[in-house]
């Protein structure tokens, strides 16, 4: 075999190495890295998934608490979904709010374990942002 057979061998063979490395990541990463999804994007897909992330804003006059069980529907004006929470809220949950939360769907009710909410006043995380500006639905000034 000729040196430039060889390198041309050894350039393929470590390329190959490198996308089964890269693939061997992503797949192990895959079940780590959870992606929300705003109401008007959940598909029959979410609604059966094991586990994922709803995100948008709390809707005005919906948030109902019973104890330690909180009730409430997270909107992004084109659709609305209830969720359901068992635990200690937020100190900054609000109407209006903008949320994270992750749990799975029980014949369209979500159940959260988690809720997220901004941090300050002025932060909004960048993906419910845009969506919610795609929509016309967003109108604060809010950056992260």
Same mark, same amino acid.
């Given at each position: 075999m000729s040196p430039k057979a060889k390198r041309f061998a050894i350039v393929i063979a470590a390329g190959a190495l490198l996308a089964a490395a890269a693939g061997l990541?992503?797949?192990?990463?895959r079940d780590n890295i959870v992606f929300f999804v705003t109401p008007s994007e959940v598909t029959d897909i979410h609604l059966s998934a094991e586990r994922i992330r709803l995100g948008g804003l709390v809707a005005? $006059?919906?948030?109902?608490?019973? $104890?330690t069980v909180a009730q409430f529907d997270v909107t992004d004006e084109s659709a609305t979904f209830t969720i359901r929470y068992d635990g200690a809220l937020p100190d900054l949950f609000r109407e209006g709010q903008g949320i994270i939360a992750e749990g799975a769907f029980r014949d369209r009710l979500f159940v959260a374990d988690t809720v997220l909410a901004k941090h300050d006043e002025t932060y909004m995380p960048r993906e419910i942002k845009e969506s919610l500006e795609e929509q016309g639905v967003w109108k604060g000034e809010a950056t992260n």
């Open positions: 990541a992503m797949t192990a990463l005005d $006059g919906s948030i109902l608490i019973d $104890g």
